[in-house]
Structures are given as structure tokens and as C-alpha cells.
């Protein structure tokens, strides 16, 4: 919808199937586990060199639906993220409705000062 | 090997009916007006990223937030229903490239970042309310800030 109305775009993924149904004009892939499309937390090297890489491929990238795929790994030495991810269990179980609508009020009372 | 997320996520709502993914045969495609150096970006994440008091995100929740490009971390808060948040949350980088943008910008990779950036919460099941609702909205943001570029990020 955005390209059509004249704006071109690029899309990270770490998910390469759901990318490849969905067709989006140009994409960046990268292997880490969901939430972490753009690098591990913490990581200002890893978070550059993403973020770069996605910029060149605006530029790189000439034929409508090409996926660049980075060369970056989550962990050299263990895999077993690839094995849990988005499977059974893996969510944590989320904050209550109630727990949720305390923090929240202390986070806008926080800024109300 | 790419995780294989499409059967996964079969796996993990097969209580529900099945989803049915967006299979687009067409890829829209609008060239670069210009270099990236010189063109100004909008920056994206459906990390469900708020900036400071702003109200966290709910099921089916098509609004978006506009959050400052000079935004401090620590002013930076996550909410989402569709990926575990713990990482995100000690840094938003992990979702939201501002830094990184930032730092792009000030290297004249990019030409400049567009202000503000957009977050919303990317769990959304139904594919209509994005197009219809949230898409438009960011469409006219785009526009109004005469964007050359959109950058996105999905989480």
C-alpha cells in the first residue's frame, strides 16, 4: 500500500517463509529468534551493522521481492533457540489486565511530574 | 536452516481455525527517487514501542504510536501480545533501531531520519483492520512529512 502511494520500503524479517508468502517488495533477513529482528539487546555492533546492511540494501536490491539474507549468528555454539522459538510454551505467560493497568498508571503518573 | 515459522504457527493455534496467511502473487514495487544519502527515511517497528505516558496496546489494536526521533531509551516502553518482550525491553533496539538510525543519520548514510517514527503492535489476527485502518494512517503520517523512504520493522 505504501509503495503504491509512491513511497518505496524495505522490510526486515527473521521469519523467511512468512516473508516469502507475503511478497514484500524488498527485505532483509536475518537468523535470530523473533524479537530480535534488528540485533541482541545490548549489542551496539550487531545493531549497526543490521541497520547499515538495510540501508545498503535499499539500494542493492533491484528486482521486486529479493530477500538479502545477513550472514549473522545468534550464538555460534548453541542452536537450540531455532528448535523452541514460536513453538508451545515459548511465550512467557503475560502481565494480568489489573497488573498491566498499575504499571501503567505509575509509568504516566512517572511523566505527570 | 530458516526456522520454518508458517507450519509453526499452525502448530501453535491449531485450537483455532486456521489462519489464512496473505499469499500476495503481485510485489508493488516504487523505484528510489534518490540516493538513500540524500533521501529522508521514516522508521517502523510493530515492536509495540510507547514513548513515555503513552497508553499501552490492546488485542486488536490498530493504533499506532508517533515516538520523538531524540527519544532517550529510558523513555522507551514495550507492550506486546506476540513475542516474549524481556529483550526488547532492557534494550528496544532489539526491535526499534533508533540508535541505529541515529547514528546512520549522523554518518550522511541516510539522509536524514524522518520525525517522528511510528511503532504499533504487530499481534494483529485480522489482515483487513491493518490494511484498512492502520495502513491509511500511515500513509497520510508519510506523506505529510514528505517522506523519500519507509523503513519497517516487524516483531
Known amino acids: ?113 | 536452516m530458516p526456522v520454518a515459522y508458517i507450519p509453526r504457527t499452525r502448530e501453535l493455534y491449531s485450537d483455532f481455525t486456521p489462519y489464512r496467511w496473505i499469499v500476495n502473487e503481485t510485489v508493488p514495487w516504487t523505484p528510489l527517487k534518490k540516493p538513500i544519502a540524500e533521501s529522508k527515511i521514516a522508521l517502523m517497528s510493530s515492536g509495540g514501542i510507547m514513548y513515555r505516558d503513552q497508553p499501552r496496546f490492546h488485542h486488536e489494536d490498530a493504533s499506532y504510536r508517533r515516538i520523538p526521533k531524540h527519544a532517550a531509551r529510558e523513555d522507551l516502553y514495550v507492550w506486546h501480545f506476540g513475542y516474549p518482550t524481556a529483550d526488547a525491553e532492557k534494550d528496544p533496539n532489539c526491535v526499534f533501531p533508533l540508535d541505529g538510525m541515529r547514528e546512520m543519520e549522523a554518518e550522511h548514510v541516510i539522509g536524514e531520519l524522518s520525525d517522528p517514527a511510528f511503532s504499533f503492535m504487530g499481534g494483529i489476527y485480522s489482515a483487513r483492520k491493518v490494511r484498512d485502518e492502520l495502513a491509511p494512517n500511515i500513509v497520510d503520517e508519510l506523506k505529510r512529512a514528505h517522506v523519500d523512504a519507509f523503513y519497517l520493522v516487524p516483531a
Request: glycine share 6%.
Open chain 1, 1 to 113: 500500500m505504501v509503495e503504491e502511494e509512491g513511497i518505496p520500503t524495505i522490510c526486515m524479517t527473521s521469519a523467511l517463509d512468512i516473508t516469502q508468502s507475503v511478497k514484500p517488495p524488498r527485505a532483509v533477513f536475518v537468523n535470530f529468534p523473533l524479537g530480535h529482528q534488528t540485533g541482541r539487546p545490548n549489542d551496539p555492533a550487531i545493531q549497526r551493522q543490521i541497520v547499515r546492511d538495510a540501508m545498503h540494501a535499499f539500494e542493492s536490491i533491484r528486482t521486486p521481492g529479493d530477500i538479502v539474507q545477513l550472514p549473522y549468528v545468534w550464538n555460534p555454539t548453541d542452536r537450540s533457540w531455532e528448535t523452541g522459538d514460536y513453538t508451545k510454551g515459548w511465550m512467557p505467560e503475560r502481565p494480568s489486565r489489573d497488573a498491566a493497568d498499575v504499571a501503567e498508571a505509575e509509568r504516566v503518573a512517572r511523566y505527570a511530574k
